[in-house]
């Protein structure tokens, strides 16, 4: 059986918040029309959710579309430094309302000789025992040279073979491929292989060995050792295949106040250059911003640089789970004679009813990442992250995000997230924002409000000379829209007019709370995210969305 086409009553603007409201979860409401059950076949030969269009027209109509929760970065007993079971993670994943997650491991050979294997029976079973949940097994790549990635394929007979021989051929670590800096002997090859094991994934995809595989750069300026050129050679190496980066880290809970120390930074951003690191990159760049990487948190930095190439690269969030804040468990004791490298599954934990050590948040419950799909199921939910059908929030921001770019000649949809609206030089086009706010309290018991909507627009100038650059002068906020105390859902309308060059926009806002002149000054970005005080990072107090961005192709 195929996954199944959403009904029409499925309108973008209607959130999870909404049906429940109404007595009605999302998840019931999409199983009532048959959303689930059937299409978790594993081996059906589903119509891929998202195509590219094959449209050369001028506009363009995308369809309605549902939006899904997940995480793409959650650790387990099967990581050799994490402590929760299989279970443990799963129920919490439920708790928070995730609809889809995926477990990747850390690479090492214990979990590539035995781990993966044992892992997979536990996410087989789960499976069959959890059928409104979509778990990824993956895998969490020390890339030669560099930092690590997701890794994760569509279920399949082959989903765990190709992950473990990946990891055995492929990973930085194992093979001893770690060194990148500049100048060194070994720096060029090990690139290199970064390289060639993302076109390996790519020919495992097109062979059929897999239905589906995707590649996630993880916390890409914690250490400043993934260069630009390095994430511009991932990406063009198969970018049907790495997709984008983690737009803010894990680890959101490690600079609550009083609870790690005076250093402590969100996401566990606390380190300062080293000889690995790319020597481009500015000190500032290893902080977070509001608890977004700055890649992704500068306007007119490497995000923006390399969507000005005018190609897409996605951003997500996660929990990285590995040790959640204010926890009682603590790992257990190792039988004599074994450890992870004999047995790649660490003791089941303890519970010692006292809070231990932790920087993280439980799946879903601070970090989100909604992906629009048009199906339910694993090959829609991979097939909506490679399309770009992507906003993240914090703190449960907001209840739902929809995003339209259409010319106003038009009767149509427009374009949302990820896509690509062709216009004529001079054209009217209008952005549709439609938000809904947050209707309950989060799991820290606060009722969100959203203070403010950006958007930023930046030109599209083509490939850049300089694979290294990080900057894209000519992006900035353009608009700014107070919304301080709308609620339910309403709707943005942000004219937009098309010049002689093609550009994207993107959205982001926050609470307001914790805001000041972005990283390149207040006339590229007036009022952004900025660090905090070491220690001191409340992520409840500090929380923003992002989009992904809609590009205009201007021809003619």
């Known amino acids: 059986m195929t996954e199944q ?12 918040a909404d049906l429940d409201a109404q007595g009605v979860s999302r998840r019931g409401l999409l199983r009532r029309a048959g959303l689930f059950g059937a ?13 590219a269009s094959g449209k ?28 929760y079971t299989f279970s443990q993670q799963a129920r919490a994943a439920a708790k928070y309302g995730l609809d889809w997650m995926v477990f990747n491991e850390h690479s090492n050979f214990g979990h590539a000789r035995y781990g993966a294997k044992l892992e997979h029976a536990e996410i087989v079973r789960a499976r069959s025992e959890n059928p409104r949940q979509l778990i990824f097994q993956g895998l969490e790549w020390y890339i030669p040279a560099a930092e690590h990635c997701t890794v994760f394929a569509a279920p399949g007979p082959h989903e765990t073979d190709l992950l473990t021989q990946f990891e055995l051929a492929y990973d930085g670590k194992l093979l001893g491929y770690t060194e990148g800096s500049a100048g060194a002997a070994d720096t060029a090859r090990n690139e290199a292989h970064a390289v060639k094991a993302i076109k390996w994934l790519a020919e495992q995809r097109r062979s059929g060995y897999v239905d589906d595989v995707l590649v996630i750069a993880n916390h890409p300026l914690r250490l400043g050792i993934d260069s630009p050129h390095e994430m511009r050679g991932w990406r063009d190496a198969a970018p049907e295949i790495m997709i984008g980066m983690e737009g803010a880290p894990g680890a959101q809970g490690a600079a609550i106040p009083g609870w790690r120390g005076t250093t402590s930074i969100r996401g566990e951003y606390e380190n300062k250059p080293s000889a690995q690191s790319w020597p481009g990159f500015p000190a500032d760049a290893y902080l977070t911003y509001g608890g977004f990487d700055w890649a992704t948190a500068t306007v007119g930095g490497l995000w923006d640089s390399m969507l000005a190439e005018g190609s897409l690269f996605s951003i997500t969030t996660n929990s990285d789970n590995h040790r959640t804040v204010f926890d009682t468990w603590k790992n257990g004791d190792w039988p004599a004679g074994q450890n992870f490298d004999n047995t790649g599954k660490l003791p089941d934990p303890v519970n010692t009813g006292t809070p231990q050590p932790g920087s993280d948040f439980w799946p879903g419950e601070f970090s ?9 199921g694993y ?15 914090h703190g449960h921001l907001l209840d739902g995000l929809d995003v339209r770019v259409k010319r106003d000649c038009d009767a149509g949809r427009g374009v949302t997230l990820g896509g690509r609206l062709r216009v004529r030089r001079g054209e009217r086009i209008t952005l549709y924002v439609t938000v809904t706010s947050a209707s309950r309290p989060n799991p820290q018991g606060i009722l969100p409000e959203l203070a403010h909507v950006d958007v930023i627009r930046g030109a599209v100038r083509g490939p850049v000379a300089d694979r290294d650059s990080w900057r894209a002068p000519d992006t900035r906020v353009v608009h700014t829209k107070d919304v301080s105390g709308r609620k339910g859902t309403y709707t943005l309308r942000v004219p937009l007019t098309a010049g002689d060059e093609s550009f994207y926009v993107r959205l982001r806002g926050s609470d307001g709370k914790r805001h000041g002149a972005g990283y390149l000054g207040t006339a590229i970005d007036p009022h952004g995210p900025i660090p905090h005080t070491p220690g001191d990072g409340d992520p409840w107090a500090d929380t923003w969305f992002y989009s992904n961005p809609v590009f205009v192709d201007v021809v003619g």
């Open 379 to 393: 090959r829609a939910v991979m097939a909506g992250l490679r399309a770009g059908r992507v906003w993240v929030d």
């Open 5 to 16: 086409q959403l009904p029409s009553w499925a309108d973008p603007s209607v959130s999870p």
């Open 39 to 51: 299409a978790f076949a594993l081996g059906s030969a589903a119509t891929p959710a998202f195509a």
């Open 368 to 376: 989100r990442t909604h992906v629009g799909v048009t199906r339910y």
């Open 56 to 83: 050369r027209g001028l506009g363009g109509d995308d369809p309605r579309l549902a939006y899904l929760v997940g995480d793409h970065h959650v650790h387990s007993v099967y990581s050799h430094d994490a402590k």
